[in-house]
């Protein structure tokens, strides 16, 4: 693949999709769209993206065309052309846009039940903090926010605005990956072994935010390694319990002069489990493979947006393709009609972990040691 591919056109090109969880990873239910399912009457649920960038627009927004019980009501942007374009688009209002600057007006707009924050890594905690000061649920795009403390912020901002904060780990309702977790949990090829996850590709413009520290927290691992961190989290549905980790050679010392060219760890898991990590701005690589006592599974592509393909030591597995970002959405605002509540595997409690996890990983690669991670 040519090096200056953008992240969006290498994810094109594999026809895949990228998003996850742990300990606390109750399966839910598959939420297929299809096409001839009976009309669905029930109130639909406003949402507000923040960020009019390449997920936004070319996944987001495009999910929440295919959604039954909620769509795109609002757009915040600093862009405004783009505002203009996204109205006429998509029908949405004057009086439902609005620029970072006047944001926090959206606590009087009552089309608006949840913000999606789309942003840069670094601006997650101030929008969503501000977000929940608004009085309105959040979503926000992985990684939660760059630092453990960040993420513990913008937990306490939700609970104290008693409003809802999810993380957009898609995976964790994309059907193969449901499945593989299912078959791990259930032990069906036996105690898991080993397991090796890997998710890299060749950034393109190395002018781009992902490849500052101070918006992105980090380089790869931040942006795609925590795809394979979740993996062995909700394959196993444990936490690791201690890290040891390494960075890889720097090969474009002008690309990635502020952040990790690659990084690959290793974790303890419980029940002498090993998992390997392996990510990079560099290798175009993208799998998961889990061995178990009786038998393997396997899903390439693993995290991207799609369709994933899995198989196991019996053979080819034929499970339904969906649109991920549609299936995430629909099925959180399906628990959310249901429940007042997110799903519990997204929450932002999840995503404080995968921070701390993340974290220790730079901290193993930095100084060498194993770090404990209980
Ligand atoms: P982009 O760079 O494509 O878009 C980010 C958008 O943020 C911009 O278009 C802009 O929108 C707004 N923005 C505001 N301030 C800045 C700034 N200083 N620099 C750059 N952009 C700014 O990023 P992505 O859409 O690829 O990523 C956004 C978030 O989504 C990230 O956290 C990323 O990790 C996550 N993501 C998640 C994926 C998943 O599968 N779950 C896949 C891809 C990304 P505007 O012009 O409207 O103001």
Redesign the pocket.
């Known amino acids: 693949m040519a090096e200056n591919l953008s ?2 056109s290498f ?1 094109q090109n594999l026809g895949v ?3 996850t969880t742990a300990a606390a990873f109750a399966i839910p239910s598959i939420v297929s769209i299809p096409e001839s399912k009976p009309k669905y009457e029930g109130r639909k649920l406003g949402i507000a993206l923040v ?7 070319n ?1 987001l927004a495009v999910g929440l065309e295919k959604t039954t019980n909620c769509y795109l009501a609002g ?5 405004p052309a ?1 505002a203009e374009e996204w109205m006429k688009k998509y029908n949405i209002p004057k009086k439902n846009v609005y620029n ?1 600057q006047n944001f926090d007006q959206i606590a009087d707009n009552k089309d608006i039940d949840i913000v999606y924050v ?4 670094s ?2 905690p101030e929008f969503v903090i501000r977000a929940a000061k608004a009085g309105k649920h959040v979503m926000c ?3 939660m926010a760059n630092t453990v403390e960040e993420c513990q912020e913008m937990i306490k901002a939700c609970k104290d605005a008693g409003v809802q904060l999810g993380v ?3 995976m964790h309702f994309e059907p193969f990956t449901k499945e593989v977790i299912r078959m791990s949990r259930e032990k069906v090829f036996g105690d898991l072994r080993f397991i090796q996850s890997n998710f890299g590709f060749r950034i393109g413009d190395p002018t ?3 490849l500052k520290k101070a ?1 992105a927290g980090g380089g790869p691992l ?2 795609v390694g925590i795809y394979c961190v979740q993996a062995a989290r909700y394959v196993t549905g444990k936490e690791p319990l201690a890290v040891t980790a390494q960075f890889g050679p720097i090969t474009d010392p002008e690309r990635f002069k502020d952040v990790e060219e690659s990084v690959s760890w290793q974790f303890d898991f419980p029940d002498a489990v090993t998992v390997n990590g392996f990510t990079s701005y560099k290798t175009n690589i993208e799998q998961l493979f889990i061995t178990a006592d009786k038998g393997f599974m396997h899903l390439s592509p693993a995290y ?2 799609g369709p994933i393909k899995g198989r196991t030591s019996q053979g080819d597995l034929h499970l339904p393709v969906v649109h ?2 549609a299936n995430m959405l629909e099925a959180i605002c399906k628990e959310f009609l249901e429940t007042k509540q997110f799903p519990p595997h997204i929450s932002g409690e999840e995503g404080l972990k995968d921070a701390r996890i993340l974290s220790a990983i730079y901290e193993a690669a930095g100084n060498g040691k194993k770090i404990k991670l209980v």
Request: proline content about 5%; hydrophobic content about 30%.
């Open positions: 992240r969006r994810i999709g990228i998003g960020g009019l960038g390449s997920y936004a627009k996944q757009i915040v942007t600093g862009t783009k970072y789309v942003l840069p890594n601006m997650h795009e992985k990684p957009g780990y898609r781009q935010w992902r918006m931040m942006d991207s947006y991920h970002q």
